[in-house]
């Protein structure tokens, strides 16, 4: 039986392994793609105290390879479900059972979708979540980013090295993204904001040709044409397997404060997952250092 078993490999998950193992905890993180979570996508961190600037992607490796060197085992599987216990959790998996006194749970957040016509049959089509992945398949185009927080911000800047036109649309006319990132959207030429504004459909024949925006303002309605519809428009937690298992708030997210302690003892969130003021590299990986000591305080109280 493991100490702790870490599910997700996301900077919460990677920090918690970090962290157990250097307090000699035996410790496994479960991760069903990559390492980094959302952050191996982020093109350009420069918020990370005493990296200036660094890839989301280099960040990603280097968390990982540090909690490896450290000893924290990685296993690549599909977690099924959960069955807690205190002091005897089950984690259901792809690969079969896991058994850990404790749990972090540090599952992170998935893309919200925009739910208008046109989003689901256009996906992998025109549409994307990911800037970063698939920017390079819009070089030379025109494209729109929907959304106004710092993700979105982040994307138009991102496209607008690589496409010819890049429209932001935006429901209200204030972003909710950090002012530095603003400047540097009103700065950039090939960016037209469309503000106030909602995107009401997306169209095309084979592949995405323009989206439908309704000023929410005027109620006037016109088309964009694009060849790509980045969907910006926030996150989820991923929750769905501990519907009823856990306690989770009104949004979706796991109950827990500073702490991280959950509703259930020996069983800890980390990260995006947990209800919080500010999800942050920073402030994930803050949290898989306190869910790491108080997992080790838990194991020790418990003997
Ligand atoms: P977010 O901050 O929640 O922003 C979502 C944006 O989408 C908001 O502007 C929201 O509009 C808009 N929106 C939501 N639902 C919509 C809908 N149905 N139709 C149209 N617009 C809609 O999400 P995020 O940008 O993905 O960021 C998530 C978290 O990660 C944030 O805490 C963010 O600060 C953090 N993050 C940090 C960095 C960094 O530090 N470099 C980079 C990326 C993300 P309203 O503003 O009107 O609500």
Known sequence: ??????????????????????????????????????????????????????????????????????????????????????????????????????????????????????EEKYKGLGVSYCATCDGNFFRGRDVCVVGGGNTALEDALYLSKLCDRVYLIHRRDAFRGFDALVRRINETENITLVLDSVVTEISGNERVSAVTVKNVKTDETSEISVSGCFIAVGMKPNTELLEGKIKLTSSGHIDAGEDTATNLPGVFAAGDIRNKISYQIITAASDGAVAAHMAGIYITERG
């Open 1 to 118: 039986m493991y100490d702790i078993a870490i599910v997700g490999e996301g900077p919460a998950g990677m920090t918690a392994a970090i962290y157990a193992t250097r307090a000699g905890l035996h410790t496994v993180i479960l991760e069903r793609a990559f390492s980094g979570g959302q952050m191996s996508t982020t093109p350009e961190i420069d918020n990370y105290p005493g990296l200036e600037t660094i890839s989301g992607f280099e960040l990603s490796m280097n968390m990982a390879n540090h909690a490896k060197k450290l000893g924290a085992e990685v296993m690549r599987a599909n977690v099924t479900g959960f069955d807690f216990s205190p002091g005897e959790n089950i984690i259901r998996t792809s690969s079969g059972d896991i058994t850990a006194k404790t749990v972090i749970l540090a599952l992170g957040a998935s893309h919200r979708a925009l739910d208008v016509p046109g």
